[in-house]
């Protein structure tokens, strides 16, 4: 029997405003669901109850009296353990926050209250979020639900396993290489990677890199522009915020796909490492959905420098965050930190430069290539989801991985473009796990990307084989 925590966070608000479903009920469902499955799945960790109870009560007063609400009121969302969040515990999945509560939320999440959400936890992310397994030494690994065996992905991997299993309607994530895009793949669920400063985010280390972005994640496409009306907005501590509209993202415009020009790429043309089974399960998507298109051809963006771009920058990235760390807290830092640090120490200005360079003419070519399609479909992951047991794959369709990014190749480059990317489910792998594909929109194209987005789902949701059931709850509590 569905419960109220079951229910998407559109109709969860659809049935608050008719006041047939209360706030407090659903919250209640939520920390029920919790307690049964968080567990053994290990999600969520830190929970904020009785800040919580009281404002679902505030909550269900305001939508018996019919006052005036924001988008997201009644809503339990949970936080990644990345984010200052007031009077809730804060770790960024580190030894040298174990015990950090901060007493001040940072912007996105004052927005997302001031738009009526109940933060109602903080879910689990690698160390300061480098890494696509969700593992660290305060809280240890979450597990995929469809197969707690395996990894839901990461780095937003604690809110896509939270959030596959009912324990919340909406989450928020981050991205870099595709923390958003990776666990939503692996967890059947959907990610989304805004345009760079439309989250506006005031604490942002390096200026004027777009690498790093906040987002939503939900159970669907609509879902996602939901919490988008909470997340959107401008900030003039980032320098890459503007003004922005968040509750133009409350309604989606229909969009009709029968008129999209797509274009779609397997690989990069042979620049991403891919698994032959997830290349065979996108072929057996594409040959699906592509005749829904008004196009829908097969092209290769030129990526040939994105592997090394990427890498080199995101090397400048970690020194940049990690200097005073290292320093100072080398003995509690992850091996994964520090490499990744050290290998920024190794490169020269030189390096930096051409890289720098390099990003810029890949962008160019990028919108050279965007200027007559509408949208670009890839695979979710390059790999299916690997055993926690086992680590992250050493090879990925016969080609070693230099470093554990090679296999992210899919999903980084496309964090180079700065164009906005949402991962949504489209079936299954060859192994049964959930698998999906990403979406890239035009840059600045946020809503007509989420539009098309939730169009295309709407139609694989109705296609068997590409339809996609929820993990079984029976074999997370027992």
Request: proline share 7%; glycine share 10%.
């Amino acid at each position: 029997m569905t419960q109220p925590c079951d229910v998407s966070a559109c109709e969860a608000r659809r049935l608050m405003k008719a006041r047939e479903l209360s706030p407090v009920e659903l919250l209640e469902s939520c920390l029920e669901r919790i307690a049964a499955v968080n567990g053994r799945v290990n999600a969520i960790t830190a929970l904020d109850t009785d800040r919580a109870r009281a404002e679902a009560a505030v909550a269900e007063k305001a939508f018996r009296a019919g006052e005036a609400v924001g988008p997201l009121a009644g809503l339990p969302v949970g936080i990644k353990d990345l984010n200052a969040t007031a009077g809730l515990r804060t770790t960024y999945g580190s030894l040298i926050h174990e015990h950090n509560v901060p007493e001040h939320d940072e912007a996105l999440v004052a927005r997302l209250r001031q738009a009526g959400a109940i933060i109602l936890a903080k879910t689990n992310t690698p160390e300061f979020g480098a890494g696509s397994n969700t593992t660290n030494r305060v809280f240890g690994p979450t597990r995929n639900p469809y197969d707690p065996e395996r990894t839901p992905g990461g780095s937003s991997g604690g809110s896509a396993a939270a959030l596959a299993t009912g324990m919340l309607p909406l989450a928020h994530g981050s991205d870099t290489g595709g923390s958003l895009r990776n666990p939503a793949t692996w967890c059947g669920v959907v990610g989304f990677r805004p345009t760079p400063g439309l989250v506006a985010r005031e604490a942002r280390t390096l200026n004027y890199t777009h690498f790093s972005v906040q987002g939503p994640m939900g159970r669907s496409v609509a879902d996602v522009s939901l919490m988008m009306t909470g997340l959107a907005g401008d900030d003039s501590r980032d320098p890459l915020a503007g003004p922005c509209d968040p509750d133009a993202f409350i309604d989606l415009p229909d969009a009709d796909i029968s008129k999209l020009r797509v274009a779609w790429s397997t690989d990069f043309g042979g620049i991403a490492p891919l698994d032959d089974d997830i290349r065979a399960s996108f072929g057996t998507v594409m040959d699906e959905i592509g005749p829904w298109f008004g196009s829908c051809d097969a092209r290769d963006p030129d990526f040939r420098a994105a592997r090394d771009i990427f890498w080199t920058l995101r090397c400048v990235y970690y020194v940049a965050n990690h200097e005073d760390r290292v320093a100072k807290h080398r003995d509690l830092l992850a091996p994964n930190i520090i490499s990744n640090y050290e290998a920024g120490l190794s490169m020269t200005l030189p390096d930096v430069a051409r890289a720098e360079r390099a990003w810029a003419g890949l962008y160019k070519a990028f919108e050279t290539f965007f200027e007559d399609i509408d949208l670009l479909i890839v695979p979710g992951n390059a790999v299916a989801p690997f055993k926690v047991a086992d680590g992250i794959p050493k090879s990925v369709g016969g080609r070693v991985m230099e470093n554990y990014l090679d296999a992210s190749l899919v999903r980084s480059a496309l964090t180079l473009t700065g164009h906005p990317v949402i991962a949504i489910p489209a079936g299954t792998d060859a192994l049964g796990m959930p698998f999906g594909v990403q979406i890239v929109g035009k840059r600045r194209g946020d809503l007509d990307l989420l539009a098309a987005a939730h169009a295309l789902e709407t139609r694989i949701r109705k296609t068997p084989g590409l339809n996609l059931a929820p993990p079984e709850l029976g074999a997370l509590t027992a």
